[in-house]
């Protein structure tokens, strides 16, 4: 069975960056698809990317890219022009498929907090 981790979250000020980490441990990590999805404060967990398991990206938002190193069994989220209303936990998920639906992924990490400071 799969474990995700994740890493990298913290305090940044507004236009500002940061890079996720998510690692996985276990073996065929790179037979599955990859998602990041985000949850505010009293708001739903909403999908931030996904990543196939040959690199094909869905980032809705172009401030984010989302990227994999099989080999490593690591996938990244590059967060770029950061705002206030992108403060949430940063979640990372595997899943079988590529989905926009959190339904879809079979494990999820413990999530890592980002702050913007406006």
């Known amino acids: 069975q799969v474990q995700l981790a994740e890493s990298g979250g913290g305090l940044v000020q507004a236009g500002g960056s940061l890079r996720l980490s998510c690692a996985a441990s276990?073996?065929?990590?790179?037979?599955?698809?990859m998602g990041w999805f985000r949850q505010a404060p009293g708001k739903e967990r909403e999908l931030v990317a996904v990543i196939s398991p040959t690199g094909g990206t869905y980032e809705p938002d172009s401030r984010f890219t989302v990227s994999r190193d099989n080999a490593k069994n690591m996938v990244y989220l590059q967060m770029n022009r950061l705002r206030p209303e992108d403060t949430a936990v940063y979640y990372c998920?595997?899943?079988?498929?590529?989905?926009?639906?959190?339904?879809?992924?079979?494990?999820w990490g413990q999530g890592t907090q980002v702050t913007v400071s406006s």
């Open positions: 998920a595997l899943g079988p498929v590529v989905s926009r639906y959190e339904r879809q992924y079979t494990c």
């Open positions: 276990g073996r065929a990590f790179s037979n599955y698809a």
